[in-house]
């Protein structure tokens, strides 16, 4: 017998009755295996996610050492780069020191001169207007 929404009872034939039961049994076969297909792909999905990070962490292990060297190369390389520059820096100024102190007699020289060509035209001046007074005193009615 088969209950209908109000809870009464629904006599069908017995092979309409039949059909009804062979087609509910079909549609819960069908979903309980369309389940099943479902979790089957998703532990596929999930098994191949698996062994693809225990590759990735496989691969990562085994290249640590050369990543490390590599590391430990640039490191090196980067130093002497530092060291290099370092020497070529002292070198230039040592270089600049050695030709200060080779130039220093030489701008003494051109210094001494300039105050002393400096002083003989302030001399000259002082001279020129002296004369240019002494002049005026001699020209000037007494």
């Given at each position: 017998?088969?209950?209908?929404?109000?809870?009464g009872c629904v006599v069908m034939k017995p092979r309409q009755a039949d059909k009804r039961l062979v087609k509910e049994?079909?549609?819960?076969?069908?979903?309980?295996?369309?389940?099943?297909?479902?979790?089957?792909?998703?532990?596929?999905?999930?098994?191949?996610?698996?062994?693809?990070?225990?590759?990735?962490?496989?691969?990562?292990?085994?290249?640590?050492?050369?990543?490390?060297?590599?590391?430990?190369?640039?490191?090196?390389?980067?130093?002497?780069?530092?060291q290099v520059i370092e020497e070529a820096q002292r070198v230039g100024k040592a270089k600049r020191a050695e030709k200060?102190?080779?130039?220093?007699?030489?701008?003494?020289?051109?210094?001494?001169?300039?105050?002393?060509?400096?002083?003989?035209?302030?001399?000259?001046?002082?001279?020129?207007?002296?004369?240019?007074?002494?002049?005026?005193?001699?020209?000037?009615?007494?």
């Amino acid at each position: 017998m088969i209950y209908n929404d109000e809870g009464g009872c629904v006599v069908m034939k017995p092979r309409q009755a039949d059909k009804r039961l062979v087609k509910e049994a079909e549609r819960l076969a069908k979903e309980q295996a369309r389940r099943e297909a479902s979790f089957d792909r998703e532990q596929v999905i999930e098994e191949t996610q698996r062994v693809g990070k225990a590759k990735r962490a496989e691969k990562s292990v085994a290249d640590e050492p050369e990543q490390l060297a590599k590391e430990q190369a640039r490191r090196e390389a980067s130093f002497s780069r530092e060291q290099v520059i370092e020497e070529a820096q002292r070198v230039g100024k040592a270089k600049r020191a050695e030709k200060s102190v080779a130039d220093e007699p030489e701008q003494l020289a051109k210094e001494k001169a300039r105050k002393k060509a400096f002083f003989a035209k302030e001399q000259a001046i002082v001279e020129a207007r002296e004369a240019r007074k002494l002049k005026a005193k001699k020209q000037s009615p007494e």
